[in-house]
């Protein structure tokens, strides 16, 4: 099938056909025989590839497409050639004849768009092993860029239709060989017969595809070998360094996660695949690439009667090459591929091969493959990650709960786990637990969309976290007190790690096409607003810690009849204050032109974070009550949008979002990878952590350390109206015909932000995993109090016009004392709001064990403190992703998979840190901070 030219005829001695030799007449047999499978393998693969919607695969389907066609044309064009001239029939040369042209015109449109296939499947291997930021647009393209090779493949070679023509041969009338090729006019000018169809053609569809691939290969092999290099990996996982938050989920202590290799592995199946399929073409290629270079050499000379005969074998060769390649291209996939695998298996047998054999089952079958890396599904450290190990683990579950195991390794097969045994003795790392790996029936996701970071979880109905990708989001302080966020950055960085962690699912052998349903868990009161129309934001949104309206807050408050802040708290359970959407959407409407003018369009929409969220994944404006009883527009006793304060603060109604419970089918994906899977969970991030912890019944309380610092406490379906500064806020509804559940909030901006600010300002770290070595070369604060209200304080003192201070500082102060001091203000500020709750419960409610979660528990030295400044015991969950969990259930929940009884009944297994201490030194300690508290009150004027 090439166009170098060897059908012409100038050779062949007048009006006889010359005798076909053997090995042509071998060739024309082997490659109809291969072009029959592969039309089989092809067509099977196309077929697979479609049904099944895997994206990832785009190229390779149309690839498949592309190759069946070829595969049927095998026949027509190139054996036919041989064979009419075994037979010499007359009729059979004219039929030949009348369909050559055409046909060869479009097989080599079709193996040139085949090749072009392979640059973008190998390309997008490419970035995705560079981890290029170009990855997303690329991706979502896909079909833009094979239509684009469609059409460089047709304008390449479309034109050979009209390169040659068929000319009478008068002498030869009704023999073989009556007509004869001759090269149309077109075929003999320069510019097109030499410039474009010698060296343009050539060198697009031929030596550039080759040497570009080749280049590719190696580049990828070469970053695929590396990550082989297991033996650093493996030591990177049990030292005591960060891992990157761009890359994978945090640290917990000193007990490390190696999610890194978690993501080296995901990108290895896949890759592995690509290789070997641009290995085969480039092998199949090689002849037809040398024939190339001769042809640019000596053309002549390969005519010349004595090479004519080696130059058609070589060109014959060429075809069956190709059409061979073709036609192994299905073993590829299955041996190469688990997902592919799995598909072809349910395919041919007409069944779900997950249900009827099991994971496990086609894993050990595939242990002997060369895809046993592959295969494996690898979690590590799953007792920190996870909750509890799942109870259908083979080996013994003490042996788990060793303090001393610092990694387990979930695998697939038995000869992985041998090879990972070898390669741990070689290294020396021990202590290390190999499990079989059986995936649970139902997987959920997670979307957790935070102030610090953007994260997709995806977990098993038990809790144990299969997959997932979190990429820090950036803060913008365009001016003191201000905080801003880019509501595109939200939006992308949350698409961005379900892409992600979409892949790294596939790579396990997982389609997540088996996320039966997605939760929402999002920073809260953080208020975005855009154009319906569009469906472009129309500023930055304003973060929850955005101090901007102090002074606004003050005017409302002035309005009021009593002129307390606290007017409203019967109605939405908040006081009149900054950190509520609803200010921030009046400064909004007031001071942005586009705002203004989108209203008076009438497409102007607001939401918090969840509600941007929803509407750019389904296309549906909503929020939930948790998110909604944020607003300051919330009544909480008619559970809608209150009448009252939307005329109070002048909000328009009609730009606010239908208010929905916290688990029910909102919409579906539009598109991506979850495409079609429902959103059927949605909560703000601090009670989706009060559900990840189960805290379902009355008094059941949590602490979440993220940014900032929140506990609730819950109330049942009783909102109890604080007298201690607290917020009375919806807890969770899960249903919309389930009663809806309150809880009473401690809100503090003091939390990991500080942490944030020591390492992005005064640069004392790199990385928020050093504090903890940092602060404890110390012994204590040596008298430094920190007390970090960058944007005010809230619960209880309510005032955002506090500012930050370092009180009590010497000479002899150093790095590691602010440091401490500044761990030790979250902690006192938590115990405020801990006495609080209990003031409010009339203590009727006496918080024992403070359940603790998010970034700043990891920090063992912290969790020590919190307990030893609070006098309580602090237990922190082993799946430290305890909000985007929460959220999961809802998901669940809403998505009607399980009961709330169901997840009722699971415990997570906790670390727990007992208080030490004399409980007077904790009384005179909490008086000092409250002093510091004092002093920096009142401070912007
Ligand atoms: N080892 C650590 N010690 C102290 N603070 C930490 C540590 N690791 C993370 N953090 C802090 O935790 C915060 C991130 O927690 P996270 O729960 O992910 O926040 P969010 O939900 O707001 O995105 C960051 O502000 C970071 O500074
Ligand atoms: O981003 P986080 O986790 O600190 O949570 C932010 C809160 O929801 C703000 O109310």
């Known amino acids: ?58 190229f390779f389907a149309l690839l ?8 049927v044309m095998y026949g027509p064009v190139i054996a036919m050639e041989i064979i009419k001239d075994v037979f010499r029939e007359l009729w059979l040369t004219r039929i030949f004849w009348s369909y050559m042209p055409s046909l060869l015109t ?66 030869c009338t009704g023999t073989l060989l009556e007509r004869e090729i001759a090269l149309t006019n077109l075929s003999l000018t320069v510019s097109y017969g030499k410039v474009f169809k010698f060296y343009v053609r050539n060198i697009c569809t031929v030596l ?28 990177f996982a049990t030292s005591r360094h960060k891992i990157d938050t761009r890359t994978e989920t945090a640290t917990k202590g000193n007990r490390v996660l190696c999610l890194a290799m978690f993501l080296q592995l995901q990108v290895r199946s896949a890759t592995r695949l690509t290789v070997l399929i641009v290995c085969s073409f480039l092998i199949s290629n090689a002849l037809n690439v040398a024939f190339t270079v001769m042809e640019f050499w000596d053309l002549d000379l390969l005519m010349a009667t004595d090479y004519f005969k080696w130059y058609e074998y070589g060109t014959d060769f060429v075809s069956v090459m190709y059409i061979f390649v073709c036609a192994t291209r299905l073993l590829m996939y299955v041996v190469c591929n688990e997902e592919i695998r799995n598909e072809v298996y349910k395919f041919l047998c007409g069944l779900s091969s997950y249900n009827r054999k099991g994971f496990r089952k086609q894993s050990n079958s595939t242990s002997k493959g060369t895809s046993e890396l592959d295969s494996i599904a690898l979690t590590i450290a799953r007792r920190l990650i996870g909750s509890d190990l799942p109870e259908t683990h083979t080996t013994n579950d003490e042996e788990a709960n060793d303090s ?10 038995s000869s992985t786990s041998e090879w990972f045994s070898r390669l741990f003795q070689q290294i020396k790392f021990n202590n290390v637990i190999y499990r079989k790996y059986q995936r649970k029936k139902m997987l959920i996701g997670a979307i957790d969309q935070g102030t610090s970071s953007s994260r997709f979880l995806v977990f098993e109905d038990n809790g144990d976290l299969v997959a997932s990708h979190q990429i820090e989001v950036r803060q913008l302080f365009p001016h003191p007190g201000w905080v801003e966020m880019d509501p595109i950055e939200l939006i992308n960085t949350v698409t961005e790690c379900i892409d992600m962690t979409c892949e790294k699912l596939r790579n396990f052998g997982i389609s997540p096409s088996e996320i039966q349903s997605v939760g929402i868990a999002n920073q809260r009161e953080t208020t975005v607003v855009w154009d319906r129309d569009s469906g472009q934001p129309l500023c930055n949104a304003i973060v929850w810690l955005d101090t901007r309206t102090s002074q606004l807050a003050q005017e409302y408050i002035d309005k009021t009849d009593t002129k307390s802040k606290d007017s409203f708290k019967s109605v939405a359970g908040l006081p009149i204050h900054p950190y509520f959407s609803a200010l921030k959407l009046r400064w909004l409407l007031d001071n942005v032109p586009a705002v203004r003018e989108c209203r008076e369009r009438g497409s102007l929409m607001f939401g918090t974070v969840d509600s941007w969220l929803m509407f750019k994944l389904t296309g549906v404006h909503c929020t939930d009550v948790t998110n909604a009883s944020r607003t300051l527009l919330f009544d909480l006793a008619t559970r809608s949008w209150s009448t009252e304060l939307c005329n109070f603060f002048q909000i328009p109604t009609n730009i606010l979002p239908e208010i929905r419970s916290s688990a029910e089918i909102y919409g579906h994906f539009i598109e991506g990878p979850l495409e079609g899977t429902p959103i059927a969970g949605c909560l703000g991030d601090q009670q989706a952590a009060l559900v990840g912890h189960g805290c379902w019944s009355l008094g059941d309380a949590k602490t979440t350390y993220g940014t900032g610092t929140f506990m609730l406490c819950n109330t049942g379906e009783k909102a109890i109206v604080s007298k201690n500064g607290l917020l009375t806020t919806v807890a969770f509804q899960l249903g919309s015909e389930s009663p809806m559940c309150f809880a009473l909030e401690g809100s503090g901006s003091i939390g990991g932000n500080v942490v944030r600010f020591l390492r992005d300002n005064f640069k004392f770290i790199k990385e928020a995993s050093e504090m903890e070595g940092i602060c404890r070369t110390v012994e204590d604060t040596d008298g430094v109090f920190f007390v970090p209200c960058f944007t005010g304080l809230y619960t209880p003192q309510w005032d955002p016009t506090a500012r930050g201070i370092i009180v009590g500082l010497t000479q002899c102060t150093t790095i590691a004392h602010i440091c401490l001091a500044a761990l030790r203000a979250v902690a006192f500020q938590c115990t405020e709001m801990l006495e609080a709750i209990e003031h409010d419960m009339e203590n009727t409610t006496k918080i024992n064990t403070l359940k603790a979660d998010g970034g700043m528990t990891a920090n063992t030295l912290f969790n020590e403190l919190q307990a030893e400044i609070a006098g309580r015991k602090i237990e922190t969950p082993r799946n430290t992703e305890i909000s985007a969990w929460g959220a999961a259930i809802a998901a669940a929940i809403g998505a009607r998979l399980i009961s709330i009884a169901d997840f009722g009944t699971r415990q997570a297994k906790f670390a727990r840190f007992e208080p030490k201490g004399d409980s007077l030194v904790r009384e005179v300690e909490m008086a000092r901070w409250k002093d510091a508290v004092r002093r920096a009150q009142n401070w912007q004027k």
């Open 1 to 58: 099938m090439t166009d170098s030219g060897a059908l012409l005829s100038d050779n062949v001695p007048e009006c006889t056909v010359p005798e076909i030799s053997d090995p042509r007449l071998y060739m024309a047999v082997g490659g109809t025989s291969l072009s029959v499978i592969s039309l089989f393998c092809n067509s099977l693969i196309a077929i697979v590839l479609i049904r099944s919607s895997h994206t990832h695969f785009f």
């Open 64 to 71: 498949a497409i592309s190759d069946t066609f070829l595969s």
């Open 106 to 171: 479009a097989c080599n449109i079709s193996m040139t768009f085949s090749t072009f296939l392979i640059i973008l499947a190998t390309t997008e291997r490419f970035m995705i092993t560079i981890k290029s930021e170009r990855l997303r647009w690329f991706r979502t393209h896909r079909g833009f860029l094979a239509g684009c090779a469609l059409v460089l493949a047709v304008l390449l070679k479309g034109g050979m239709f009209w390169e040659f023509v068929m000319l009478p041969n008068e002498p």
């Open 208 to 235: 550039f595809p080759f040497i570009f691939l080749i280049f590719l290969n190696i580049y990828i092999v070469f970053t695929l070998r590396r990550q082989q290099r297991a033996a650093a990996l493996f030591r």
């Open 404 to 413: 001393n195991v610092s990694l387990v390794l979930i695998l697939h097969s």
